[in-house]
T-cell receptor, first 110, second 114 residues
Framework: QKEVEQNSGPLSVPEGAIASLNCTYS??????FFWYRQYSGKSPELIMF????GDKEDGRFTAQLNKASQYVSLLIRDSQPSDSATYLC??????????FGAGTRLFVKA | DGGITQSPKYLFRKEGQNVTLSCEQN?????MYWYRQDPGQGLRLIYY???????QKGDIAEGYSVSREKKESFPLTVTSAQKNPTAFYLC?????????????FGNGTRLTVT
């Protein structure tokens, strides 16, 4: 069974700090990787996607991919209380399937 | 506005009854997906469809059935054979023509079976 693993947290950071979220995946054939944010009781919303090794930046968010280590991370700079949510890491596998990790809960303290 | 509509938002059923969850999209996407989420857990794939009149089982298909008679619609039936049906059900879609496109999600249906 192909898997995506995340630390469930909770991860607690002070307002204005950098939050670092990590995930690993088991399928070496995975080509596409995603970070979704999910507020309690709501559906996931896409934050970042990354296909190539290295860093990809979008505003306060940076996604990092290392295919050799099968490792994906998300950095959130200048964390805000509104960033408090569960962050889901996802990867494509077996063609068009997308599998998800269990999510990391992030708390940003004001 | 384009998007995915799931209905109803909340659904209550008695044990032993089949129930059908609706999912409609107007994004002109070829691929549609059903996921289940339990408290404190990630999303698990139930069924997916890449094209009309075709669908494949995901990781937890037992006790569920789907149909894809129209491009816009991908209803999910939770049958009485599903042992623990109470969960948050999410429908998603993507263009499907390119492997690895991000998923667009509906707002979900919260099913409670007692």
């Amino acid at each position: 069974q192909k898997e995506v693993e995340q630390n469930s947290g909770p991860l607690s950071v002070p307002e204005g700090a950098i939050a670092s979220l990590n995930c690993t995946y088991s399928d070496r054939g995975s080509q596409s990787f995603f970070w979704y944010r999910q507020y309690s009781g709501k559906s996931p919303e896409l934050i970042m996607f990354i296909y190539s090794n290295g860093d990809k930046e979008d505003g306060r968010f940076t996604a990092q991919l290392n295919k050799a280590s099968q490792y994906v991370s998300l950095l959130i700079r200048d964390s805000q209380p509104s960033d408090s949510a569960t962050y889901l890491c996802a990867a494509t596998t077996g063609g068009f399937k997308t599998i998800f990790g269990a999510g990391t809960r992030l708390f940003v303290k004001a | 506005d384009g998007g995915i509509t799931q209905s109803p938002k909340y659904l209550f059923r008695k044990e032993g009854q089949n129930v059908t969850l609706s999912c409609e999209q107007n994004l002109n996407h070829d691929a549609m997906y059903w996921y289940r989420q339990d408290p404190g857990q990630g999303l698990r794939l139930i069924y997916y469809s890449q094209i009309v009149n075709d669908f494949q089982k995901g990781d937890i298909a037992e006790g569920y059935s789907v149909s894809r008679e129209k491009k816009e619609s991908f209803p999910l039936t939770v049958t009485s054979a599903q042992k623990n049906p109470t969960a948050f059900y999410l429908c998603a879609s993507n263009p499907g023509r390119v492997n690895g496109s991000p998923l667009h999600f509906g707002n979900g249906t919260r099913l409670t079976v007692t």
